[in-house]
């Protein structure tokens, strides 16, 4: 057994077609079918097995798969770790963010990151929403992403690195805009109620809020902040229900109201990135430090 066997194993195992596994490794699929049928020989146990076009793995190779990710990300690591230590730590660290983030937290955090460890490791930034965020990180586009807490990943892990506040979002001139205090049953007699969609990690944890308080949102529904806010602006009478981001900034005719019964941290904008999954020291790096950083910084 040698080490390319346990790549072109991995590789075929990934992707169960020799054809594109052949493709992506550069070598021809008889090369990999003979390395296989190799490997296959010496365990003494089939790994794969044929379906149509495509390959499966067997129960044995299964098992086989587990052992064989964990001594190449071990080997991988320590490569990584030999390189850092003949300079500061290099490659690619790809990062999926929300984007009421990237006005202040992340590029506070990217520059601390930096002064840190150098320059040698690129920190590619990628805005989306926060499930299609998660969608990417398990597909292996990102290694962590910022975004909010998703339920049932058990593959992944979440940090909270900083917490947003809910507001009402109300047009000056607004009846409600005139009151020193704003409490969530104000808002029963209020209409329409504009919010996030409850399909969304955000939306319901507001939608819960709301629920508890005899509050029923209009439609439409908004998935950020600007469009929320462009929607209470352009709508009579409207409020709006959302995070206090960067987001609002830009409509001046719009003021935010705290609500009483509503903490400063409702909201926790998460770290996430696969638990068990092999990691660049770069990107090790990076969710270590994330972790530590504070924010605001003093």
Known sequence: MNLPQLYYFRK??????????????????????NSIASLERELGIPLFEREGRHVRLTRYGKEFYEHALEAINALERGIALAKEHAGSPTGNVD?????????DYLPALISAYRAQYGQGASV??????SLPLIEDLESDRYEVVFCAQ????????????????????????????WRPQLSLSDLRD??????????????????????????????PVCNDEITLASMVDSTEGAVGVALDTLGLRPFRELITK????????????CLAYKTGAYKTRATENFIEFARRFEWPCS
Request: aromatic share 8%.
């Open 12 to 33: 075929l195992a990934e992707l169960q077609h020799y054809t594109n596994a052949a493709k992506e490794l550069f070598i021809t699929q008889p090369t990999l079918s």
């Open 95 to 103: 990062v999926g963010t929300i984007y009421t983030i990237q006005g």
């Open 258 to 269: 705290r609500f009483v019964e509503v903490e400063d941290d409702f909201h926790k904008v």
């Open 124 to 129: 590619n930034v990628c805005q989306g929403l």
């Open 150 to 177: 998703v339920e049932n990943k058990p593959d992944l892990t979440f940090v909270p690195v900083l917490a947003q506040r809910l507001v009402a979002v109300v047009h000056r001139y607004h009846k409600l805009a």
């Open 190 to 219: 209020a209409s329409p109620i504009i919010t996030y969609p409850e399909t969304t990690p955000i939306g319901k944890e507001v939608s819960e809020l709301l629920r508890t308080h005899g509050v029923t949102p209009s439609m």
